[in-house]
């Protein structure tokens, strides 16, 4: 129960802004979370706009995700910050957090 009080309060911090990032940075920057997201995460993830190829069959496209109806901030940070399986536990700070997380949301088709 605290783990996941820990991990709410965690989520809200990063997409809010609380925390000494706050001063920083009030949202992610997406260019720079494309840039980074090439460098990180498209060794399984398709993170191209507009891409629909995938790199693994049962790994969803950036695009797929942002445009998923539950895609919000909140939600994608919860996922990066608790990765699930066969997802990698990688190291980004809050700051590379926002940025990527500005990006997928960037690609959410209107």
Known sequence: MRL???LAILTLCVV???GPARAQMAQGDAKRGQELSQRVCSG????APGSAATVNA???T???IANRPDA???RLAGRIIVPHPPMPN???TVAEMRDIIAYIVSLKQR
């Open 44 to 47: 399984c993830h398709s993170v």
């Open 16 to 18: 809010s802004g609380i």
């Open 90 to 92: 990688v190291q980004l």
């Open 4 to 6: 996941t009080n820990a």
């Open 58 to 60: 049962d790994v969803p």
């Open 62 to 64: 950036f695009a797929a």
């Open 72 to 74: 919000t901030a909140e």
